[in-house]
């Protein structure tokens, strides 16, 4: 019998302790811990969104989000390449069923990273192409059993799937944010790439794929950006609710030094742990509502409006969530700074990962207003 959504979840709720505990390891060691991502792939987390076709489970953008949420809460690096190793198995459904079939030959999952930066230096060669270079930021290069990279050949611009024994890493992931990721550049010499494994960008971008259409679900065919608004969502929200956990155990345990005020007993920290609570529902509804309108989006179509809606809603998600977190800071006391307290590293991960390119809110704003005004859009992350 299948795994269900409720087991998978679970499974992860079970691991979140031993992930919170590792967080501050993989933060100094700059990748995440090995143990964590082993007892995370036996738990089948990562598989969520692989198709029956290859013995996943196949199951929604619900329960991604909702693991990826249970992983960030613990740990917010851990959960950003959780949400990578589980909706990059989409994006490698949207090859062909031959470089599907590569992909998936192991089992049902794949642990891929995926920069759709052009960097590479791409060479038409008999039988396909032969790709060399570096991308950036290449998060999951670390535990990568396949890379997924981008580059410009004579024949358009294309992604390709490239098995990991292919590429390395470059190790020049000194972040103060999400350092735990490993998000090292991933390089390339003189990799081969067949036919099969490269897509034209334009196809990947917007989905409807050969590859993607064998498995008459939508979730393999949508576009991308709104699948990666959802993807993130999770990250986001279970990092806010972490940071809630943090912050409520300090309004719980703090006491001001020079008064000896225990600070639960004062009203203004109860006003602040209530609005903290109060944004992190908030988020909550926000999270389910971008993922609801990506599902729905994947089954019944999105025009032009409905995609900057989506990106509007998903870059106001965002700072909401940042400007949660960077409250809560501000009121939680400088033993909060602590380079061994949780709430701080919340903090620095969530600043640094919302300044995305992807979800920037000022960019997001800006092409939801250029729409309503009837002008075209001037960023192509839509």
């Known amino acids: 019998m299948a795994v269900t959504k409720e087991e998978l979840v679970d499974r992860a709720r079970s691991l979140a302790p031993k992930i919170a505990a590792a967080a501050s390891g993989a933060e100094a060691e700059r990748k995440p811990n090995d143990e964590v991502i082993r007892l995370l ?184 950006m709104p699948f990666i608004y959802s993807e993130i969502s999770g990250v986001f929200n279970g990092g806010l609710k972490g940071a809630l956990d943090a912050f409520d155990a300090t309004i719980r345990k703090r006491v001001i030094t020079h008064s000896g005020d225990a600070v639960r007993e004062r009203p203004h920290n109860h006003i602040q742990l209530g609005a903290a609570a109060t944004a992190s529902i908030i988020a909550d509804e926000l999270a389910r509502g971008i993922m609801r309108d990506a599902t729905y989006g994947s089954l019944h179509g999105m025009n032009l409006e409905d995609r900057l809606r989506l990106k509007a809603k998903t870059g106001f998600f965002v700072d909401h969530c940042r400007h949660a977190v960077n409250a809560m800071i501000n009121r939680a006391g400088a033993t909060s700074f602590r380079s061994d307290a949780a709430l701080q590293r919340f903090f620095r991960d969530i600043n640094t990962v919302a300044i995305h390119a992807f979800w920037d809110w000022e960019v997001s704003y800006e092409q939801f207003g250029r729409h309503r005004l009837g002008l075209e859009p001037n960023n192509p992350l839509i």
């Open 41 to 224: 792939k036996e738990a089948g987390v990562f598989g969520v969104l692989v198709p029956k076709r290859w013995g996943g489970p196949e199951l929604g953008l619900d329960a991604q989000q909702e693991l990826v949420e249970t992983v960030s809460a613990a740990c917010m690096s851990t959960g950003w390449i959780t949400c990578f190793y589980t909706g990059h198995n989409a994006f490698a459904s949207r090859f062909s069923e031959q470089a599907q079939k590569d992909v998936f030959a192991n089992g049902p999952v794949c642990l891929m990273p995926a920069t759709t930066n052009s960097l590479m230096d791409v060479k038409k060669v008999a039988g396909g192409w032969e790709i060399s270079g570096r991308a950036t930021w290449g998060s999951g290069i670390m535990h990568a059993d396949w890379v997924l990279v981008g580059g410009d050949s004579e024949d358009g611009r294309h992604v390709f799937l490239v098995p990991a024994s292919d590429a390395g890493f470059d190790d020049v992931w000194f972040m103060s944010g999400m350092s735990g990721t490993g998000s090292n550049d991933i390089v390339i010499e003189k990799a081969f790439v067949p036919q099969h494994r490269g897509m034209l960008m334009d196809i990947f971008m917007e989905g409807n794929s050969e590859g993607g259409l064998i498995h008459n679900n939508p979730v393999y065919t949508m576009p991308l």
